[in-house]
């Protein structure tokens, strides 16, 4: 799901936006067989008021975390699309899986930047102010897969509390429905590796530290309160029919 320029702002404000691949892809096939947005990035705006998920997370980090820390790196980004313009013909899922293939002169800021992009765009879609529990096909994922929702919550947190410095803790899901953590250093994302990205959270310093101090794991633990599981439920609905969600 993603609001990631003009073109996709439309169908991300239904809550479903979505490059198509394979169902049956292998690991780095799904997103080069993807359509997706392509071209200069925009900054999506929040889905609700910056204060809306106060106490978990304060409206001077939302603020800082999206107007300024997103905003660079789109503002980055496009930047390395200036150097190189070609890229602006491929989709992100597609630059991602193939960053080996973009120039050496831009291939840093691109992973850095569109990785941080796409991270932080699905970030503000998989939250709310309501919560909410997982329920349907998505529930009964997390039961087959980790036990229950408190092993998975477990499990996700310790992920989380492990990745050293900066760095974002995943769920990801197979082309067949199953469900897996991941862990990314800095910006990187596992649609690098062409995984579908079921959701995330952001475990650097600023997602978290004018709250929770150096207190990650209290974080991690608040988190799910703000986790917004109807959107993920549909992010997994669309994951199950073969699609690359972003």
Do not use: C
Request: proline share 6%; aromatic share 8%; charged share 20%.
């Amino acid at each position: 799901m993603t609001m990631l320029n003009r073109r996709t702002l439309l169908a991300s404000a239904t809550g479903i936006a979505l490059a198509a691949g394979a169902g049956t892809a292998p690991a780095g096939a799904a997103a080069s067989a993807s359509a997706g947005p392509k071209g200069p990035a925009e900054l999506p705006p929040l889905p609700y008021e910056a204060a809306a998920l106060t106490p978990i997370i304060d409206a001077e980090t939302m603020t800082l975390h999206h107007d300024k820390h997103h905003q660079a790196y789109v503002s980055n980004f496009n930047a390395a699309l200036k150097q190189e313009p070609s890229l602006a013909d491929l989709s992100y899922p597609d630059i991602l899986a193939g960053l080996d293939k973009v120039p050496q002169g831009v291939r840093q800021a691109v992973r850095n930047n569109l990785g941080g992009h796409v991270n932080h765009t699905m970030f503000w879609q998989i939250m709310g102010a309501k919560g909410g529990e997982p329920e349907g096909d998505v529930l009964a994922a997390i039961e087959r897969d980790f036990g229950d929702v408190a092993k998975l919550q477990e499990a996700f947190g310790a992920a989380g509390a492990k990745v050293f410095g900066s760095g974002w803790v995943f769920v990801t899901v197979t082309g067949e429905g199953k469900l897996a953590l991941d862990t990314r250093p800095n910006q990187d994302t596992p649609l690098m590796d062409g995984k579908r990205v079921l959701f995330g959270n952001d475990v650097w310093e600023h997602a978290y530290y004018l709250t929770y101090r150096n207190r990650r794991p209290d974080y991690l633990k608040a988190w799910w309160k703000v986790v917004d599981w109807r959107k993920i439920g549909e992010r997994y609905a669309l994951a199950k029919q073969g699609k690359l969600v972003i």
